[in-house]
């Protein structure tokens, strides 16, 4: 028998130590090494088993059992090659829509072919309850379902449920609307191996696994979740997806501080990381790519929960409430705010309230901090509003975090109203990016944000100075130039 040794693993950077310390020495997290065996065996080429066995993909299925044979074993390697004689693989003809516009932008691509690139592995991340397993069950029963207003096949795709049991999953995928389809297999397993095989008889195009961190290898003597267990069966995961061409999409945990579950390496691996974002006691839903190896990180889905699952909020328009017969409410300014290719308007909510000199609060929800703690600065010294003994509340509604400094401006009504008690107009929309001296600045992308804004049914807009000739002319929405914080204050009713 070969002699085993003990190793240590951290679970925050995957980096291996020989023994056990309080803190891993190389990401500074404290008590994240867990104890792993290694052997011999383990130096064993892990994707050798999978790569020969899906040569078998090519050849024709046995007609008495329906099965694909055995397959033969293949001794090809890869070999190095000129980048000239590299053939082109045009993975946008070939990306898998899912039939779910908001996650398919999420995922990448040009406007008209988004969707799962063949051979990729996903990545899906967020916390409890937000919808992961509801998304990714309406994806599947979407993808194997025929579409004949829009001319597209179904694709045969595998669900592997590794908590939930085959009856739970289907309870669940009848109450989501999920059609019964043939096309939509269902599998209800935790060992890897058995997985593989399953996936080897019914060759789907699309893998769901839900989710990683219950998959094991029998062969391994960790407890699944542990860090060996989630890096090996990641890693042969994604050599299936290389050697089958099969997209590949897995489900992951996340930790108390929102990172996702397991080590860094896992991260590393996949070709895209999907986060849910959102509070999961509140109906909006805020899907973004943290990595993507086919498309930006820069684009945004949003949903709504509903008794029936996920329904995609079209182009966010109901992120900011438009309402017509409310009264100006003081403290709320709507702007419109650029993520990716598409403009979602956002309402800004601040409170000012009594605190105390010296030990006054700054608190935001969905904003940079530090922003905050800029433009009240900046309100204290221009616009000479005395803060420094008020307790400051801003926060985005709707779960989307704003991080750009367009918002700078309807941030800075926003607590200047709630200071004053006065509001903007309503309809009204304001954008710009405030500077240390007390100026508007202009923000990129202005024209794109004023149309959506027009097409909402907004009708005034406060934006910086840009000129007589460089105005945009929207119909019907009057643009209100203001060049720095005092003007902008003014425009408060």
């Known amino acids: 028998m070969p002699k085993t040794r003990k190793t240590f693993i951290c679970r925050s950077c995957g980096a291996i130590q020989p023994r ?85 932008r999420v995922l990448g691509g040009t406007p008209d072919r988004r969707g799962l690139v063949p051979g990729s592995v996903t990545l899906v991340g967020g916390e409890p309850g937000i919808g992961k397993s509801t998304l990714l069950l309406q994806a599947a029963g979407s993808l194997a379902h025929d579409h004949p207003a829009t001319q597209r096949q179904s694709v045969r795709t595998l669900y592997v449920s590794s908590e939930e049991s085959a009856p739970q999953v289907r309870d669940r995928a009848r109450r989501l609307g999920v059609p019964d389809t043939a096309a939509l297999y269902l599998l209800a397993d935790t060992n890897l191996a058995r997985i593989v095989e399953q996936t080897r008889r019914t060759s789907p ?32 995961l994604v050599y299936l997806a290389k050697a089958s061409g099969i997209a590949v999409v897995l489900v992951g945990h996340v930790t108390k501080d929102g990172a996702l579950a397991g080590p860094r390496l896992l991260e590393h691996l996949v070709d895209a990381v999907i986060l849910f974002e959102g509070d999961r006691h509140h109906a909006h839903r805020v899907v ?16 709504e929960m509903t008794g029936t699952g996920l329904r995609e909020v079209p182009e966010g328009a109901s992120v900011a409430a438009l309402d017509t017969g409310a009264d100006p409410r003081p403290g709320s300014v709507v702007c419109p705010v650029m993520s990716g290719s598409r403009c979602v308007c956002v309402e800004l909510q601040a ?116 000129g007589r000739h460089a105005l945009p002319k929207i119909p019907g929405l009057e643009l209100r130039e203001v060049k720095n914080v005092d003007r902008a204050i003014e425009q408060l009713g």
């Not at 769901?208 to 890693?235: E, H, N």
């Not at 190896?293 to 949003?302: N, P, S, V, Y």
């Not at 616009?383 to 003994?389: G, K, Q, S, V, Y």
Request: glycine letters at 8%; hydrophobic letters at 40%.
């Open 20 to 104: 056990w310390m309080g803190k891993c020495p190389d990401c500074a997290t404290w008590d994240s090494l867990e104890e792993a065996e290694a052997t011999p065996s383990a130096t064993k080429d892990p994707q050798r088993g999978l790569v020969e066995g899906w040569h078998a993909l090519q050849h024709d299925e046995d007609p008495g059992t329906g099965l694909r044979p055995t397959p033969a074993p293949s001794r090809d390697t890869p070999v190095a090659r000129p980048i000239a004689d590299v053939g082109d693989a045009d993975t946008e003809t070939a990306r898998l829509a899912t039939g779910i516009a908001e996650f398919d």
């Open 288 to 303: 973004r790519a943290i990595k993507n190896r086919f498309g930006t990180t820069q684009e945004l889905g949003i949903f």
């Open 205 to 236: 195009a699309v893998l769901i696994i839900d989710s990683i961190q219950m998959i094991y290898k029998s062969d391994l003597p960790a407890a699944p979740g542990s860090v060996a267990q989630v890096r090996r069966c990641c890693a042969e």
């Open 351 to 466: 409170l000012t309230a009594t605190g105390f000199l010296g030990a006054a609060k700054r608190k935001s929800s969905g904003l940079d901090a530090n922003r905050l703690a800029m433009l009240i600065a900046v309100l204290e010294q221009h616009a000479e509003l005395r803060l420094a003994d008020r307790d400051i509340f801003a926060s985005v509604v709707g779960g989307v975090r704003v991080a750009e400094p367009a918002s700078d401006l309807a941030l800075l009504l926003a607590i200047a109203g709630s200071h004053h008690r006065r509001a903007l107009e309503p309809r009204t929309i304001a954008v710009g990016e405030v500077g240390l001296g007390g100026e508007v600045r202009p923000v990129p992308q202005l024209e794109t944000r004023l149309r959506e804004a027009a097409r909402l049914g907004y009708q005034h807009a406060v934006i910086p100075t840009l």
